[in-house]
């Protein structure tokens, strides 16, 4: 079992940057890692994975060529660099872990609110 801290977020003005971290109490080596949202009534939304499945991509479609995600290994903890913010991006972000070959993410973070102002 893994535990997964984000830390980051916060109040920012449209086009502006914000950088997420998440860190985990384990190797996040063993674990496919990802990044996903959620904005006040609606759904759950994929931001980032360092694991592609299938015929998807790294990142959500709303985030391409805006926000770059990386893992670094040997402090366990994934980023999420966000740059050029607009106010739709306005959601509480999750970290999220599952185990290679696991369908679901079984390990969530607490969340990280991210508030974009226009």
């Known amino acids: 079992q893994v535990q997964l801290v984000e830390s980051g977020g916060g109040l920012v003005q449209a086009g502006e940057s914000l950088r997420l971290s998440c860190t985990a109490s384990g190797r996040i080596s063993s674990y496919v890692m990802g990044w996903f949202r959620q904005a006040p009534g609606k759904d759950r939304e994929f931001v980032w994975t360092n694991v592609r499945r299938g015929g998807t991509t790294n990142y959500g479609d709303s985030v391409k060529g805006r926000f770059t995600a990386w893992a670094d290994y040997t402090k366990n903890t994934v980023y999420l660099q966000m740059n050029m913010l607009k106010p739709e991006d306005t959601a509480v972000y999750y970290c999220?872990?599952?185990?290679?070959?696991?369908?679901?993410?079984?390990?969530w973070g607490q969340g990280t609110q991210v508030t974009v102002s226009s």
């Open positions: 999220a872990a599952r185990l290679m070959g696991a369908d679901e993410y079984d390990y």
